[in-house]
Each structure stands twice: as C-alpha cells, then as structure tokens.
C-alpha cells in the first residue's frame, strides 16, 4: 500500500512515481486528500495559503472536493475559483491557493509535448492559464475523471492512471523539430543559455520557433527557460548551505537574484532562509526535494512495481510528437 510523502496538520499528500515506461512523457501522480482531526495521523501545522512555484511540467488536475481559490502572486484581486477539473499547459508565473474546504485532487504533472498531443490543442490556447475538462469536452478524460470518482485508494488511482496513459501515449508518432531541441537544451543548461544565441547558431527564424514552442509548452522559450533556471536556483538555495551561494548562477549578481526572487515568490530570499515566509511553500518544496533528490518520488519509496496489464515499450521523447488533429477550445480561465 502506498503511504502519504507528505503529511500536515488537514491534509495528506501522495507523490506517485509513474510506471518506469511513462518516465519520458509523465513526470509524477499526485493525490491530495483533507484528513479529519480524528484520523491518528501525527501531523504539523499548515497555513491557509500555500504559494506553488512554477515548474515547466503541464498538469491535469482531477477535482472531486469543495474546490479552491487560487491567483498569481500580487493579483489578489483577481482570484478565481477551482471546482472542476482542469488542465495547466503551461504556467510562468507562482499562483497561491486558499482551500474552501474538503479538499480531493488527483493530479498528473506530464511533459507538455504530451499533453499537446493528448488533447489535440495547441498549448498557447490557454497559455499562463487553464482550462476545465468540460470546456475541452475530451471525452476519454471525463471518462478517465468517472473513474478515477469511484476510487479512494492510492495503489488503484496510480493503477488507473498508468494503463490510461500507457495507451494513449503508445501510438503516438514524432517527429523531429527545433522546439525539441531548444527545449532538451534548456533543460539540460539548466535555463543558463541565451536564447537569441541559439536560435542563430540553428539559423532557425525567431519568430515562427516562438509560435510552435508556445503551441507546445504554453510558454515563449525565454520564458520557460526563466521558469527553468529559478526552479533550480530556488532548490539549491533551500537545499543549502547559502554561503557556497551556487543559486546565483545564472543571474548577473545577488540583487539580480533577488528581483527574480521576489517576482516568484513576493518575497525576500532571507524570509524563506529563515522560515518567516508567509505563505508556506510546503507543497513546492516537497516536489522540488522529490525531482531532485532522493525524495519520495523514488520507486522504492513508492514500493511500485510494473503493470504487466498492458504492455507497451518505453520510449524517450527525443522530438515533438504530431498531433492526429487539431481543435480549438472556448475562451478560458486566467489566474
């Protein structure tokens, strides 16, 4: 049985590790479940808000609670609510959440390019954005949304997921292009890399390679590359120690650092070195820990073993995948 990888003082939270043969297309499962005060569970205390960093992994989000507020940071104002199930294609921006109550979410964090083809709808649909299920009107993933409704253990959901994914992701054919590239390269540099540099040692026009890496990750590549390069100068700086000062590379000197720092998190780095942080992060940082560390993500900390239900040949996403169609979506959600 899968144990919670992170537990507070309402809520229990499962980091699921995929099935070895999605790895190259889905990064982690997700479940979020509110837990009663007489559940026996030792707990710590948790805020109201939580601020949740950008990642440059897409997102379906399986909603089957009270729902949620949720706005970017500074835009308080703006708010919106989060009941039904959504998509996230691509997001360069912190968000904060303030649950309305019982909380109960299924989430995939996936590689863009499959979420692209998966839906058939370019990701600069809704960029910076969401989407719901019921606007996209995908019938396999309400489909897939009434199954995971009757489900409430954490080994069947994860289960569930991997045969959905194992087959919609199986025939999917590719093809090379530059988005590929630039985009492995941008992950591989860790954000660290001039855009204009590349794009003129590849001789490859600026303005047509923005339009199609934004149809495939919902973000222009200077702005995935940012997203990128903070995700990995935030992990070192709470991984610590600070006097080594390696999450400033990438940034021209430490006030560089910190604007980005507050853009982020609305916030100055001290607050977050010294705990005084408001909203908590608790969520982001147990990801971050998770992708990059030895955290629960780990298949030994998952105790998961492989499906023999379906079985389909692991293949890494070395180029875009092509869309069997296209089709446009009604007018979203900002926050």
Request: proline share 6%.
């Amino acid at each position: 049985m899968l144990k919670p990888t992170l537990v507070s003082s309402d809520m229990r939270y499962w980091r699921i590790r995929p099935d070895a043969r999605l790895i190259p297309w889905l990064h982690c499962y997700y479940i979020v479940e509110d837990i009663g005060s007489d559940s026996g569970i030792p707990a710590r205390n948790a805020p109201s808000e939580e601020l949740l960093l950008p990642d440059g992994h897409s997102e379906i989000v399986f909603s089957f609670g009270a729902g949620f507020e949720r706005w970017a940071v500074g835009a308080a104002d703006r708010s919106a609510v989060m009941q039904p199930s959504y998509l996230i294609g691509g997001r360069s921006h912190s968000v904060l959440t303030r649950n309305l109550g019982p909380l109960s979410l299924v989430g995939v964090k996936l590689d863009s390019r499959a979420l692209r083809t998966l839906i058939a709808t370019p990701l600069a649909e809704f960029r910076d954005s969401t989407l719901t299920l019921r606007d996209l009107n995908d019938r396999a993933l309400l489909e897939l949304e009434d199954a995971l409704a009757q489900l409430t253990c954490a080994d069947r959901i994860a289960q569930l997921l991997d045969r959905f994914f194992l087959r919609a992701l199986l025939s999917i054919p590719s093809a090379a292009s530059a988005t590929d590239a630039l985009l492995q390269k941008i992950r591989r540099e860790r954000g660290l890399l001039s855009i204009m540099d590349w794009i003129r040692d590849h001789r490859i026009d600026s303005r047509n390679l923005e339009r199609q890496f934004c149809a495939w990750t919902g973000m222009t590549p200077k702005r995935f590359a940012r997203v990128i390069r903070f995700k990995h100068s935030y992990h070192r700086l709470i991984a610590g120690p600070p006097a080594t000062a390696s999450h400033l590379d990438g940034y021209y000197d430490q006030s560089h650092f910190i604007r980005e720092f507050r853009y982020f998190t609305g916030a100055a780095p001290g607050t977050r070195l010294t705990g005084a942080m408001q909203p908590c992060t608790t969520v982001t940082d147990h990801l971050i820990d998770s992708e990059f560390g030895s955290g629960a993500g780990s298949t030994a900390a998952t105790g998961r073993s492989r499906d023999p239900s379906v079985d389909a040949p692991a293949r890494a996403p070395t180029a875009a995948f092509s869309p069997r169609h296209s089709r446009t979506v009604p007018a979203r959600r900002r926050s």
